[in-house]
């Protein structure tokens, strides 16, 4: 039982990981109506950021708040490239983020070569109810339920979070009353790569990061995003959770090496379900 | 206020707008009339800055002064938000988020406040569009199909607020209308709008006795 519930944690905290990546696409997406294959660069970006500068002695805290900015720095120069241009398809824009995350390949290995890094987090345990475990698991899910409570207040109660909304309901009203919506979107991108970052800098202490990570990330998270639609944050993070947890379990109870397909199959499973569940409430409708 | 001259609008090889010439003075109240596809949204979206490079080709002179705001064809609220939050963001161009004057021209809006716009009635929603409108305190305002799929008694309150708006605070307004009746009773000049080109323009009292006009006024063409 004891096992059951670590593996439950430690899911909870992967899935966590996987709903900060995810919910960064949800915002790009929402405000742009662009899917940001490069949202796991910024989680990769951020990652190895923190481990060098953790090497290079910053202190912990700076070392992290830092690789965040700069995966938010990525985030908005990922969106002038994808969005900057007026009149960019949503398809173009998928295709340049795809572009952008080969790119990232080439400038990760130059910056910090192909092995991976990693980075120390929080050091020792917990036991809850005979469960152990890691305080830096702890650490994520703590974090992670903050951003998302923190999310909810500046899209529903900040005038910024509702131009952004507004942006996603309705981009040509939004127009009509002024709002930028390219800008909007930049912003969004930024937000994106912040998101990602968060992320990066939480599992590095986990799991090593190397500059290939991000196609794992990204399946991850895009397996969430699309099981809240791409539009809906707290459904996607939902998504994740089952992901994280399906994942650790698996590997838990000995199927480690196909731990991505068995995780996968379970979302791909709930979504035919899901999408059998809508088809029959709309047929009813009709 | 408004100013245009010679406004071409091409969409690839389809032209929208032909050759426009038009104009609204300060204080005065305009109409524009046309069927449907006349072009009379191009020129709406022409003259609010929302037509995109990708979208058309623009040539000719357009000149706005002072602010001006559109409330767009089929109202175009945010759907799940407020209707205080959709005024509020009306005031984004200007940053004026307080929607008392709002309020005190269309009280029925500070009882909505806290309803979501997408579950309102279609007049509720007009009037929250215009609302949004005036949030942004336009000089010029540039209304599409104020009466589109409303009753005729809702639509004539809604012009009746907007007439009070032109004669106490000096707004301009540009009334795009298929409703004919509506616009002449409004309006002092009228601009008729058919395949992207003006076909007839003048004194609203003169248009109306205009045979050709007439025949407008259920939809056919002008000859």
Known sequence: ?286 | MIDVTDLVVSYGTAIALDHVTLAVGKGEMVALLGPNGAGKSTLANTLAGLLTPASGTVSGTVRVEGRLALVPEGRQLFPDMSVADNLALGGWRSGQRDPAPVYELLPRLAELAGRRAGVLSGGEQQMVAVGRALMSRPQVLVVDELSLGLAPNITADLAAHLATLNREQGLAVLLIEQNARLAFELCSRAYVLESGQVRAEGACAELADDPRVASAYLGGAIT
């Open chain 1, 1 to 286: 039982m004891s096992a059951f519930l670590t593996y439950l944690l430690n899911g909870l905290a992967v899935g966590c990981a996987i709903a900060l990546i995810a919910s960064g696409l949800v915002a790009i997406h929402r405000v742009t109506g662009v899917v940001n294959f490069a949202q796991g660069t910024f989680a990769v970006v951020a990652g190895l950021c923190t481990s060098s500068l953790l090497g290079l002695g910053v202190p912990h805290g700076v070392s992290e708040a830092a690789a965040v900015l700069l995966a938010g720095v990525a985030g908005l120069l990922t969106g002038l490239a994808a969005i900057g241009r007026p009149g960019t398809t949503p398809l173009s824009s998928l295709i340049i983020t795809l572009g952008v995350g080969v790119l990232a390949y080439a400038v990760e290995i130059v910056l910090w070569g192909d092995q991976p890094r990693s980075a120390p987090g929080l050091a020792g345990s917990v036991t809850i109810a005979g469960a152990r475990i890691q305080t830096q698991h702890l650490l994520v899910i703590a974090v992670t339920a903050a951003t998302f409570v923190l999310l909810a207040l500046f899209f529903g109660r900040t005038y910024l979070g509702k131009a952004l909304t507004a942006c996603a309901s309705n981009p040509y009203a939004a127009r009509v009353v002024g709002i930028d919506t390219r800008r909007m979107g930049l912003l969004a991108f930024a937000l994106g790569g912040l998101l990602g970052g968060l992320a990066g800098v939480l599992i590095t202490p986990l799991r090593p990061i190397s500059f290939d990570t991000d196609v794992t990330l990204i399946v991850n998270a895009f397996a969430a995003a699309v099981f809240g639609a791409l539009t809906r944050p707290v459904v996607a993070l939902g998504g994740a959770l089952l992901l994280g947890v399906a994942e650790t379990m698996a590997a838990g109870y000995g199927y480690g090496s196909h731990q991505l397909e068995v995780a996968l199959g379970l979302m791909l499973v709930v979504m035919i379900v899901q999408a059998s569940r809508r088809s029959a409430i709309h047929e009813e409708a009709v």
